[in-house]
């Protein structure tokens, strides 16, 4: 082909199912309320402390690189999401905060990870009390095969709570879980009888029973309904009053709707991370803008 025709070759028109969906997504960041650009700032505008730090934190499966060089921090009490294609390192680095990585051969990590101040790889870290201060939320809604009412008590039992406490935890639990008036009547009932929406909700509530500053989402709705997608969206932005919470998520709308900030990730490095609303209609690099509005990912 030569040069000549390069030039006269048409640009193609933009997919109009792409284009829906980059007018949608840009509407939806338009509308969250940038707070006067404080990098980290709650509902009032207020400063927040960093509570989770990366400075060039590298975490490497043997050979592989799994994320690379990540320098951000992240705000108490907001949503953060990671997004960006698959294979990008989006879900190595959510669990990376609870060292869940841990679990799989041959990781190295280099550089530091910081959780309220401490380097989370540090020898001296206490598995058991990190990850009861860093709860985890997956993909696939995992109840164990308990009834409900243990599912819920199951961390609090290890740390030693007594039973009387544990009712009106129990409760607390999944009234933060919006599951409490669904299921009041039935806590005796086995989990796995719940609805996946409900499991999920359990699962959260789970995740909260044990007190954590931080609450992590590995993509917590992409295997329920659009029904019970909503309700968990709900249950983010109203639990960020309390807690920090990270979410993994390949949809670009959910981003929009629950998410404060947001940080864009492929082939294993942090390409852009900033306010939501700016990441999505006014974002610095071009590979973000190209992800954002559908172009490839």
């Not at 960041?29 to 402390?49: D, F, K, L, M, W």
């Not at 390192?89 to 609870?98: A, D």
Request: aromatic share 6%; glycine share 8%.
């Amino acid at each position: 082909m030569t040069m000549d025709m390069l030039r006269k070759t048409p640009v193609l028109p933009e997919p109009v199912q792409a284009a829906d969906q980059r007018r949608e997504v840009i509407a939806l960041a338009t509308s969250i309320r940038i707070q006067g650009g404080v990098p980290h700032a709650n509902p009032n505008g207020e400063h927040t402390p960093v509570i989770i730090r990366a400075e060039k934190f590298s975490l490497y499966y043997g050979a592989k690189v799994g994320v690379k060089d990540i320098r951000m921090d992240i705000g108490a009490r907001s949503v953060t999401a990671i997004i960006g294609p698959s294979g990008c390192g989006k879900s190595t680095f959510l669990r990376s905060i609870n060292r869940m990585n841990d679990l799989i051969p041959n990781v190295r990590t280099g550089g530091r990870l910081e959780v309220a101040g401490m380097d989370v790889y540090d020898r001296r870290v206490n598995l058991p009390s990190l990850r009861q201060q860093v709860g985890m939320v997956f993909q696939k809604p995992n109840p164990f095969p308990k009834s409900i009412y243990d599912n819920v008590s199951y961390g609090p039992r290890l740390q030693g709570i007594g039973r009387r406490d544990l009712d009106g935890l129990v409760e607390r639990s999944l009234r933060d879980a919006a599951l409490w008036q669904e299921v009041k009547d039935s806590l005796g009932k086995s989990a796995w009888a719940l609805s996946g929406g409900q499991q999920q909700r359990l699962c959260i509530a789970r995740a909260l029973a044990t007190k954590p500053q931080v609450l992590l989402m590995d993509e917590p709705c992409s295997a329920l309904d659009p029904l019970a997608t909503a309700k968990i969206e709900e249950l983010i932005v109203g639990l960020k009053n309390a807690y920090t919470i990270v979410i993994v998520t390949h949809n670009m709308q959910q981003a929009a709707r629950v998410s404060d900030r947001a940080a864009f990730f492929c082939l294993g490095e942090l390409v852009e991370y900033g306010l939501t609303s700016t990441l999505f209609t006014k974002p610095a690099k071009k590979q973000t803008e190209d992800y954002v509005t559908g172009r490839f990912g």
